[in-house]
């Protein structure tokens, strides 16, 4: 018998559970069954893993929106800089001719 049936966490406490009576393994072991038992605890720890993985992946997914987000800003602010550079390079071009 495995040791994730017994009521009491032991080493080898399911060691000749099969040679004794059922009243005596009754009391060392679960009645209801191991699968059962390690189903619901499975089912606890599955929910509880798809719950943090659902929550990583949502603030990964926030972050990278807001990377994107900053990025694009930072290129708009880019552009506009480079325009305003143009703008005043022919400006000074201009007035450099008309004193000509």
Not at 40 to 60: A, F, M, P, Y
Not at 76 to 97: A, G, P, S, V
């Amino acid at each position: 018998m495995p040791e994730s049936c017994c009521k009491v966490k032991q080493e080898n406490c399911g060691t000749g559970i099969l040679n004794e009576t059922k009243s005596e393994a009754i009391q060392t072991i679960n009645d209801e069954g191991c699968f059962k038992l390690y189903q619901q605890n499975l089912d606890s720890h599955t929910l509880e893993g798809i719950l943090i993985v659902s929550i990583v992946c949502l603030s990964l997914m926030l972050l990278i929106l807001y990377s994107f987000k900053m990025a694009y800003k930072m290129r708009q602010k880019q552009r506009k800089e480079k325009n305003e550079k143009i703008f005043l390079f022919k400006m000074h071009d201009t007035q450099f001719d008309y004193e000509q």
